[in-house]
Each structure stands twice: as C-alpha cells, then as structure tokens.
C-alpha cells in the first residue's frame, strides 16, 4: 500500500522556521518526483517545491524561493522542506506528492493527508 504522511506542521510566528517532512512507503521512491503543494482557505493548491527521484534537480515557487530549501534522503524515504523567514501568507495546509514525473505532479496519484502551517504576524 503506498502511503506518503506528513509531519512537521505547527504554529509559529512570522520570521520563524518549521521543517515538513513526508515519510513515503509502499513504491520504489528514487524512481518517483515529489512534491509539495499547499492550500490555503478558500484557495486553489498552489505548487511549493519540488525534487526530482534523484535529488539533483529542484524547482521552486517564485513566493518562496530563496526561503524554503527541499531535500530528500532516498535511503529514508524522506522529503523534506526546510521553511525559513516564514510569513503569515505562507499559512496554508501543506500536502506531498509523488509521481514518476516531475511535471506531472499536480496530477500525482499519490498525495499525503496534509499538515497544517500557520504563521502568526
């Protein structure tokens, strides 16, 4: 059974860290991207980052770029999202997902049930 589970979500004030992690099972993880997503109240899932099977190719969201750094340790079959300097608009339920390509993400079969970020001003 594929599962993807996330954790690392919590409260915290503007300009502080949280680190997400998404604990992946069930697939052979190096042959898959993952991503994460994040969904705010009354808006769409917006793209964060993502990191290719292998780990040598990342992409980032231009809102968060230069702030949020995603790795992965494929002999864990972990991901994980390193938020700094983060800000109330980054307050959103953030989800992982895995797919066999990278650009097919959004359309990922496989997504994690999401853990809560909420940044205090």
């Known amino acids: 059974e594929v599962q993807l589970v996330e954790s690392g979500g919590g409260l915290v004030q503007a300009g502080g860290s949280l680190r997400l992690s998404c604990a992946a099972s069930g697939f052979t993880f190096d042959d898959y991207a993952i991503g994460w997503f994040r969904q705010a109240p009354r808006k769409g899932r917006e793209f964060v980052a993502r990191?290719?099977?292998?780990?040598?190719?990342?992409s980032y969201a231009d809102s968060v770029k230069g702030r949020f750094t995603i790795s992965r340790d494929n002999a864990k079959n972990t991901v994980n999202l390193q938020m700094n300097s983060l800000k109330p608009e980054d307050t959103a339920v953030y989800y992982c997902?895995?797919?066999?390509?990278?650009?097919?993400?959004?359309?990922?079969?496989?997504w994690g049930q999401g853990t809560q970020v909420t940044v205090s001003s």
């Open positions: 990191i290719s099977g292998s780990g040598s190719s990342t």
């Open positions: 997902a895995a797919d066999p390509s990278s650009d097919n993400l959004l359309r990922a079969n496989y």
